[in-house]
C-alpha cells in the first residue's frame, strides 16, 4: 500500500511492489478513460467529416421502415437504397448517415420515410477518396455529445497524472504549494479551470437535452392540431439494467392528414422516457387500449410529427439534475478566472485611493461587504428553483385533490421542496439582515503609513446597541493568494480596537492603533501576493442574524 503523508495525500510508493501495484490500478483508470475517448471521438470525427464531402444528386430506389425486436425492445429502422454517379462511375448505397441505427419513435423513421420517397431525387454526400461511401442525411445529434467527451478526459487525467506521480515522486501537495507568483504561471489553474469547464459543459449538455429541447417541444405543441387518432397497441414496455427493471409507455398509434395515413409512437417528449414505476406507466396504457379512438396533437408543418400527451410532466424534474454540475462548474470557473486576475481589477473596491487620495482628518468609511449582496443573490437562488418546482407541486396537488395521487412523484418532490424551504429561510434571513444596525466606522485617515497611528471610532444607536450581545472589531492586514486574500484565514497581522460583552461599551469609542514600522503596504502587492487591509465588524445580536462587515483601507509607505 502507498504510504501517505501528514496532510493526507498519498505519497511516494515505499516499495517497487505498492508502485507496480498503485500503478497497475491507476492504469485502470487510464484504459478506460482512452478506450472510451477514442471511440467517442473517432464516431464524431466520422460523423463531422462527412458535412465536408462532396455534394452530389442523387435517386431513391427504394425506401422503407422496418421493425427490429419485439416488444419494450422494438426500434424502428428507415431502410434506403439510392443511386448517384460520380466522376462518370455509378455507385448504390443504402447509407442513412455514419452513425444512424434507428430509433424507437416510429415517427421519426416516418419523417425520413416523407423526406425520401421512393423514385424521388434528393442530395447526398458522397467522400471523394472513397467514391462508394456516401451519407443521405447528417446526424446533428453527435455534436451534443461533445460536451460529454469530457468525462473520459478527466479519467485518463486521473490515471496519466496519477502514474506519473507514482514513478516520480511528485506531489500534488507541494505542486500546489509553490510560490505564488510561480503558481499563477504554473498549469495549475489551467487544470482546475479545465475540469470546471468539464462540468459546467457536461451539464448544460445534458440540461439542453432533458430540459430545454422538450420544453420548446412542450410549447411548441401548444399550437398543433387537434386530431383523432386510433390505438394499433399498448403496453407496458420492460427495461433490464444494472440498477433493476425500468418501465416505458409503448403505444402505438395512427391518425390521417389530408387524407393520408400516418403513425407515431410518441407519447410525449421526454427523451428516453424509461423510469420505474410500473403502477404509474400501467395506469396510462389502460387509457389507451388497443382499438380504441384518442386525440393525438399533430405538426401542422410536419405532419409526421405528433404526440398523444403534450403537457409537462414529472420526468421533467431530471432535468434539474444536471442544474448541479452548472452551478458547481460556474463557481468554479468564475473562482478560477477570478484568481488570475490584474490586482487593480480584483482590489478596486478595497483601494481607497480611488476614493480619496492621502486624506487625512474623521472619514466616515462606507462597508465594501454586506447583507445587500447575499438578499439578491438569494431571491434569485429561490426565484429560480421555486418557479421551476411550482409547476410540479401544482401537477401533485391536482392528483391529490382528484382523488388519483401519485406517490413516486410525492416522494420524489420531497427533497427538492425542503431545498426550496430552504432557499426561502435564506431569503428571510438575508431580509432581516438588511434590518439589522449599521454601525458608523470612522478613521483619522484613510492611508496610514508603517510607523504612524491610526484612531478607528465607532458609533451605534444606543437603542440598537441594546440588542448586541457581543461586539469585535479589529484592524487586520491579510495577505495571499489573489483569490484567496479576503478570506479571514489569510490574516497576517491583527490589532484589537474592541471585543466586549458590555453592552454598555457598545454604543460608541475610540482606539488609536499604532501601524508597526515593518507593516506590509497595500502598493507592496505583486502579480501573485496580494496584501489587503480592512477594519472587520463582526456583532452578534438577540434574535437576529450576526453582523460581518468590513471596510476598506491603504497602508502606503511615509513619503521623503
Known amino acids: 500500500m502507498p504510504s501517505v503523508n501528514q496532510d493526507g495525500i498519498n505519497a511516494k510508493p515505499a516499495t517497487l511492489g505498492s508502485k507496480i501495484g498503485l500503478s497497475l490500478f491507476l492504469f485502470i483508470f487510464l484504459a478506460m478513460g482512452s478506450a472510451f475517448l477514442i471511440i467517442m471521438s473517432y464516431s464524431f470525427y466520422r460523423e463531422a467529416s462527412t458535412r465536408f464531402w462532396t455534394d452530389t444528386?442523387?435517386?431513391?430506389?427504394?425506401?422503407?421502415?422496418?421493425?427490429?425486436?419485439?416488444?419494450?425492445?422494438?426500434?424502428?429502422?428507415f431502410r434506403?437504397?439510392?443511386?448517384?454517379?460520380?466522376?462518370?462511375?455509378?455507385?448504390?448505397?443504402?447509407?442513412?448517415?455514419?452513425?444512424?441505427?434507428?430509433?424507437k419513435n416510429y415517427n421519426k423513421a416516418q419523417s425520413l420515410l416523407d423526406k425520401f420517397p421512393k423514385d424521388s431525387k434528393a442530395r447526398c454526400r458522397v467522400n471523394p477518396y472513397n467514391p462508394s461511401e456516401s451519407v443521405i442525411t447528417s446526424d446533428s445529434s453527435?455534436?451534443?455529445?461533445?460536451?460529454?467527451?469530457?468525462?473520459?478526459?478527466?479519467?485518463?487525467?486521473?490515471?496519466?497524472?496519477?502514474?506519473?506521480?507514482?514513478?516520480t515522486g511528485w506531489s500534488v501537495t507541494e505542486y500546489f504549494k509553490k510560490d505564488a507568483e510561480v503558481k499563477d504561471k504554473s498549469p495549475a489553474d489551467k487544470v482546475a479551470l479545465l475540469v470546471f469547464s468539464a462540468f459546467l459543459l457536461i451539464g448544460l449538455g445534458v440540461f439542453y437535452m432533458l430540459g430545454i429541447v422538450p420544453g420548446l417541444k412542450i410549447l411548441d405543441a401548444e399550437k398543433w392540431d387537434?386530431?383523432?387518432?386510433?390505438?394499433?397497441?399498448?403496453?407496458?414496455?420492460?427495461?433490464?439494467?444494472?440498477?433493476?427493471?425500468?418501465?416505458?409507455v409503448d403505444i402505438m398509434y395512427s391518425y390521417e392528414v389530408d387524407g393520408r395515413e400516418y403513425r407515431s409512437s410518441q407519447y410525449n417528449f421526454?427523451?428516453?422516457?424509461?423510469?420505474?414505476?410500473?403502477?404509474?406507466?400501467?395506469?396510462?396504457?389502460?387509457?389507451?387500449?388497443?382499438?380504441?379512438?384518442s386525440t393525438c396533437y399533430v405538426n401542422p408543418e410536419d405532419p409526421s410529427d405528433s404526440v398523444l400527451n403534450r403537457n409537462l410532466s414529472w420526468e421533467f424534474l431530471f432535468a434539474l439534475i444536471p442544474v448541479a454540475f452548472i452551478i458547481v462548474g460556474?463557481?468554479?470557473?468564475?473562482?478560477?478566472?477570478?484568481?488570475?486576475?490584474?490586482?487593480?481589477?480584483?482590489?478596486?473596491?478595497?483601494?481607497?485611493?480611488?476614493?480619496?487620495?492621502?486624506?487625512?482628518?474623521?472619514?466616515?468609511?462606507?462597508?465594501?461587504?454586506?447583507?445587500?449582496?447575499a438578499f439578491i443573490g438569494s431571491i434569485f437562488l429561490a426565484g429560480f428553483w421555486n418557479g421551476i418546482l411550482s409547476i410540479f407541486i401544482y401537477q401533485c396537488i391536482i392528483g391529490w385533490m382528484k382523488g388519483r395521487p401519485e406517490w413516486f412523484l410525492t416522494?420524489?418532490?420531497?427533497?427538492?421542496?425542503?431545498?426550496?424551504?430552504?432557499f426561502l429561510f435564506l431569503v428571510l434571513t438575508s431580509f432581516i439582515s438588511l434590518l439589522n444596525p449599521r454601525p458608523r466606522i470612522s478613521v483619522s485617515t484613510r492611508t496610514p503609513h508603517p510607523g504612524g497611528k491610526l484612531r478607528i471610532q465607532w458609533a451605534i444607536n444606543e437603542r440598537s446597541a441594546e440588542s448586541f450581545r457581543h461586539l469585535s472589531i479589529n484592524l487586520e492586514c491579510r495577505g495571499g493568494d489573489p483569490g484567496e486574500v479576503k478570506s479571514q484565514r489569510n490574516i497576517l497581522e491583527k490589532f484589537q480596537v474592541i471585543d466586549t460583552d458590555d453592552y454598555l461599551r457598545m454604543p460608541s469609542g475610540s482606539k488609536e492603533i499604532l501601524?508597526?514600522?515593518?507593516?506590509?503596504?497595500?502598493?507592496?502587492?505583486?502579480?501573485?501576493?496580494?496584501?489587503?487591509?480592512?477594519?472587520?465588524?463582526k456583532g452578534t445580536l438577540k434574535g437576529r442574524p450576526k453582523i460581518d462587515l468590513e471596510y476598506g483601507i491603504s497602508v502606503l509607505p511615509r513619503h521623503r
Open 515 to 537: 501601524i508597526p514600522e515593518n507593516a506590509r503596504t497595500t502598493d507592496s502587492s505583486s502579480e501573485g501576493h496580494k496584501i489587503l487591509w480592512v477594519i472587520s465588524l
Open 330 to 373: 460556474a463557481l468554479g470557473v468564475y473562482y478560477t478566472l477570478k484568481k488570475r486576475r490584474k490586482a487593480s481589477a480584483e482590489f478596486a473596491e478595497y483601494d481607497s485611493r480611488s476614493l480619496d487620495d492621502y486624506s487625512s482628518g474623521e472619514i466616515v468609511l462606507k462597508p465594501v461587504t454586506g447583507p445587500f449582496k
Open 270 to 293: 421526454m427523451l428516453g422516457s424509461s423510469s420505474s414505476g410500473r403502477e404509474g406507466k400501467k395506469e396510462i396504457v389502460n387509457r389507451y387500449p388497443a382499438g380504441s379512438i
Open 80 to 103: 434506403i437504397n439510392y443511386s448517384y454517379d460520380f466522376k462518370g462511375k455509378g455507385f448504390n448505397s443504402g447509407k442513412v448517415s455514419y452513425n444512424y441505427s434507428g430509433d
Open 411 to 422: 416522494i420524489f418532490l420531497v427533497p427538492f421542496v425542503l431545498l426550496g424551504l430552504l
Open 142 to 167: 453527435m455534436f451534443l455529445l461533445l460536451p460529454f467527451m469530457l468525462i473520459p478526459l478527466i479519467f485518463v487525467m486521473i490515471g496519466a497524472g496519477g502514474i506519473y506521480s507514482v514513478w
Open 57 to 77: 444528386e442523387c435517386r431513391v430506389v427504394s425506401s422503407s421502415i422496418e421493425e427490429d425486436g419485439k416488444g419494450s425492445q422494438v426500434k424502428y429502422i
Open 226 to 248: 387537434k386530431t383523432p387518432c386510433r390505438i394499433i397497441s399498448s403496453s407496458v414496455g420492460s427495461h433490464s439494467g444494472r440498477n433493476g427493471a425500468t418501465y416505458s
